[in-house]
C-alpha cells in the first residue's frame, strides 16, 4: 500500500507565506508526476500546480508568480511555497503522485493524500 501524508498548512495573514509537504510512503517503485490541488469552500476542486519528473513545472493562472513546486525524488516528497497569499487562496489542499508499486511495475496509479488546511485570514 502507498500513503501520501500532507503538512503545513494552517492559518496565515493576508501577504503571508506558507511551505505545504507531502511524503509519500510505502511499496513505491517510482513516482511519476507530482502534483497539489486545491479545493475551497462550495467549489470544485483544482488544480494548483505540478511537476514532472525531469522538474517541469506548470500552475494555475490564479497561483503564477506566488507558488513554487519543487520535489525530492530521494525523499519522495513535494513541497509547494506559497507566498502572498490572498483570502481566496483559503482551501484544503491535496497532493497527488502518480506512483508505480514493486507488485505491479507496469501500471502506474494515481494516489491522493487526505489534504491540510490552509485558511488566508488576518
Known amino acids: 500500500q502507498v500513503q501520501l501524508v500532507e503538512s503545513g498548512g494552517g492559518l496565515v495573514q493576508p501577504g503571508g507565506s506558507l511551505r505545504l509537504s507531502c511524503n509519500a510512503s510505502?511499496?513505491?517503485?517510482?513516482?511519476?508526476?507530482m502534483g497539489w490541488h486545491r479545493q475551497a469552500p462550495g467549489k470544485q476542486r483544482e488544480l494548483v500546480a505540478i511537476?514532472?519528473?525531469?522538474?517541469?513545472?506548470n500552475y494555475a493562472d490564479s497561483v503564477k508568480g506566488r507558488c513554487n513546486i519543487a520535489r525530492d525524488n530521494a525523499k519522495n516528497t513535494v513541497y509547494l511555497q506559497m507566498n502572498s497569499l490572498k483570502p481566496e487562496d483559503t482551501a484544503v489542499y491535496y497532493c497527488?503522485?502518480?506512483?508505480?508499486?514493486?507488485?505491479?511495475?507496469?501500471?502506474?496509479?494515481?494516489?491522493w493524500g487526505k489534504g491540510t488546511l490552509t485558511t488566508v485570514s488576518a
Open positions: 510505502g511499496d513505491i517503485y517510482s513516482i511519476g508526476a
Open positions: 497527488v503522485m502518480l506512483i508505480t508499486t514493486h507488485l505491479e511495475v507496469r501500471r502506474a496509479v494515481t494516489y
Open positions: 511537476i514532472g519528473t525531469r522538474g517541469n513545472t
